[in-house]
């Protein structure tokens, strides 16, 4: 319906407010026409008096009649002199019922007289007092009906409010057209931007454009038009992923076929007896059933999301151990030294080869940060533990992380901390952290390094209702 629309409720409410307005000028307004025509009176009245005082007060009897007539009075009273007299009479056809006092009236009075009379229909004789026009005494008094000063009062109120009227209909016209030429037109082309948009939101033509001359609308336009680059722009991430997803899925499914039979191989190595691969065999073992493990995540990521963590006690030394050997070797001859604050009896409560995902991925951007920035460095890893969780420390003495990278530090695709890096190692381990019900958060960076924290709880949820486990 019209009224349930913007332009049909403002239409109405300018129509009722131009009335109001009109309604509170039209009370003083008739209240100062019954004040006019109560002087216009005394005024005849005062005419008619001096015709009789030019004659030295012999007149006849129909010519009284006539001045007091057309002065719409039935009698007539001077004071001059300090006397009261009576200068033109007539029958009166019944008392008089008020006496209305216009020297001294005030415009509250006034109001409440004018009211008072319009409202009621009750012919009646009134006595009218004021003052003289041009000194011609102290003051004329005259009696007169009621009927001529209402039926006058109506026939102004009619006009007042028929001319009220056409100015309200004109008034709200016009400020409904300006309003609907102003704000409901920009309204509806923004819902339309909205509902074309959401119809198709990958189709970047469909974005606003913010075109409104109104500072209010222009601000909604402009944010509307951010929003939709936003929500455009994660509608195409998340279309890449899905299908790097797919295409990681299909190349893991055969990567791990590949590792497996590497991973034969590897195995019959122990059996070496040559010192040097009997100590490289079991790493090279472990790396490729991590690999294998790896894939077999993958493919199972690809299906749903990242597979829950097998909690079990784990000994922190060993897994930090086997991460800075890889990454020792990975940093061949770069000037990068590698140390270890970790309490060799530390043992937390992890998942170790998630955990292991985590610190490579930690350290190795680590090192390829000091490596990219060519100068000698060091990087650290530090544990301890309170009452309430471990906290492991990845500290480095590299360039610090770039603006943009901290502001979408564990977003994938985003977040890459280096030219040509995808930012997929931080939103991984961000991932693995809080599957153990911790925290990864980015503790320090500037020109003289940067430092992470991991933070693992040692409490469990326990889905039963019990008492989580003592550590």
Not at 265 to 278: C, I, L, N, Q, T
């Given at each position: 319906?019209?009224?349930?629309?913007?332009?049909?409720?403002?239409?109405?409410?300018?129509?009722?407010?131009?009335?109001l307005?009109?309604?509170?000028?039209?009370?003083?307004?008739?209240a100062?026409?019954?004040?006019?025509?109560?002087?216009?009176?005394?005024?005849?009245?005062?005419?008619?008096?001096?015709?009789?005082?030019?004659?030295?007060?012999?007149?006849?009897?129909?010519?009284?009649?006539?001045?007091?007539?057309?002065?719409g009075?039935?009698?007539?009273?001077?004071?001059?002199?300090?006397?009261?007299?009576?200068?033109?009479?007539?029958?009166?056809?019944?008392?008089?019922?008020?006496?209305?006092?216009?020297?001294?009236?005030?415009?509250?009075?006034?109001?409440?007289?004018?009211?008072?009379q319009?409202?009621?229909?009750?012919?009646?004789?009134i006595?009218?007092?004021?003052?003289?026009?041009?000194?011609?005494?102290?003051?004329?008094?005259?009696?007169?009906?009621?009927?001529?000063?209402?039926?006058?009062?109506?026939?102004?109120?009619?006009?007042?409010?028929?001319?009220?009227?056409?100015?309200?209909?004109?008034?709200?016209?016009?400020?409904?057209?300006?309003?609907?030429?102003?704000?409901?037109?920009?309204?509806?082309?923004?819902?339309?931007?909205?509902?074309?948009?959401?119809?198709?939101?990958?189709?970047t033509?469909?974005?606003?454009?913010?075109?409104?001359?109104?500072?209010?609308l222009?601000?909604?336009?402009?944010?509307?038009?951010?929003?939709?680059?936003?929500?455009?722009?994660?509608?195409?991430?998340?279309?890449?992923?899905?299908?790097?997803?797919?295409?990681?899925?299909?190349?893991?499914?055969?990567?791990?076929?590949?590792?497996?039979?590497?991973?034969?191989?590897?195995?019959?190595?122990?059996?070496?007896?040559?010192?040097?691969?009997?100590?490289?065999?079991?790493?090279?073992?472990?790396?490729?059933?991590?690999?294998?493990?790896?894939?077999?995540?993958?493919?199972?990521?690809?299906?749903?999301?990242?597979?829950?963590?097998?909690?079990?006690?784990?000994?922190?030394?060993?897994?930090?151990?086997?991460v800075?050997?890889?990454?020792?070797?990975?940093?061949?001859?770069?000037?990068?030294?590698?140390?270890?604050?970790?309490?060799?009896?530390?043992t937390?409560?992890?998942?170790?080869?998630?955990?292991?995902?985590?610190?490579?991925?930690?350290?190795?951007?680590?090192?390829?940060?000091?490596?990219?920035?060519?100068?000698?460095?060091?990087?650290?890893?530090?544990?301890?533990?309170?009452?309430a969780?471990?906290?492991?420390?990845?500290?480095?003495?590299?360039?610090?992380?770039p603006?943009?990278?901290?502001?979408?530090?564990?977003?994938?695709?985003?977040?890459?901390?280096?030219?040509?890096?995808?930012?997929?190692?931080?939103?991984?381990?961000?991932?693995?952290?809080?599957?153990?019900?911790?925290?990864?958060?980015?503790?320090?960076?500037?020109?003289?390094?940067?430092?992470?924290?991991i933070?693992?709880?040692?409490?469990?949820?326990?889905?039963?209702?019990?008492?989580?486990?003592?550590?």
């Open positions: 319906m019209f009224l349930n629309s913007l332009s049909g409720r403002f239409l109405m409410l300018t129509i009722l407010f131009v009335m307005a009109e309604v509170l000028i039209f009370v003083p307004s008739v100062r026409f019954r004040e006019d025509y109560l002087l216009s009176r005394l005024e005849r009245a005062q005419i008619a008096s001096l015709a009789l005082l030019a004659t030295d007060q012999m007149i006849e009897p129909d010519l009284e009649a006539e001045l007091l007539e057309n002065a009075v039935y009698n007539v009273a001077l004071r001059r002199d300090q006397a009261r007299e009576l200068v033109l009479s007539s029958p009166i056809p019944e008392p008089v019922h008020q006496s209305f006092d216009l020297r001294n009236a005030g415009p509250a009075d006034l109001i409440a007289d004018a009211l008072r319009f409202f009621d229909p009750v012919p009646r004789v006595r009218v007092i004021g003052e003289p026009v041009r000194d011609a005494g102290l003051l004329i008094e005259v009696t007169m009906g009621t009927e001529g000063l209402r039926a006058a009062m109506i026939d102004y109120g009619v006009r007042i409010l028929l001319l009220s009227a056409v100015i309200s209909v004109l008034t709200a016209l016009l400020l409904f057209l300006a309003v609907r030429r102003l704000l409901v037109t920009p309204i509806k082309r923004v819902v339309r931007a909205m509902q074309l948009y959401a119809a198709a939101p990958e189709d033509r469909r974005i606003i454009s913010p075109t409104a001359r109104v500072r209010e222009n601000e909604a336009e402009t944010a509307l038009q951010k929003m939709q680059n936003d929500l455009t722009g994660a509608l195409r991430q998340k279309e890449r992923l899905a299908q790097l997803g797919s295409a990681v899925a299909k190349i893991s499914h055969d990567l791990r076929n590949i590792l497996t039979t590497a991973q034969l191989f590897a195995d019959r190595m122990e059996a070496s007896e040559d010192p040097a691969v009997k100590r490289a065999a079991p790493k090279i073992v472990g790396a490729i059933s991590r690999a294998v493990h790896l894939c077999e995540s993958t493919l199972a990521f690809g299906r749903a999301q990242e597979p829950p963590p097998r909690l079990e006690r784990v000994r922190l030394a060993a897994i930090v151990n086997d800075v050997d890889a990454e020792r070797l990975a940093a061949g001859d770069c000037d990068i030294s590698f140390s270890e604050d970790v309490p060799a009896g530390l937390l409560r992890a998942d170790p080869e998630q955990l292991h995902r985590v610190l490579t991925n930690l350290i190795r951007n680590a090192r390829q940060a000091i490596a990219a920035a060519a100068t000698p460095g060091e990087i650290g890893i530090r544990a301890d533990e309170d009452e969780a471990w906290m492991i420390h990845v500290t480095d003495t590299g360039p610090g992380l603006p943009k990278a901290r502001e979408h530090l564990f977003q994938p695709f985003q977040g890459g901390t280096r030219k040509g890096g995808t930012g997929l190692g931080l939103a991984i381990s961000v991932e693995l952290v809080r599957g153990h019900g911790g925290t990864l958060t980015l503790r320090r960076t500037d020109e003289t390094g940067t430092d992470f924290e933070r693992l709880p040692k409490s469990e949820t326990v889905l039963s209702g019990q008492e989580p486990d003592a550590p």
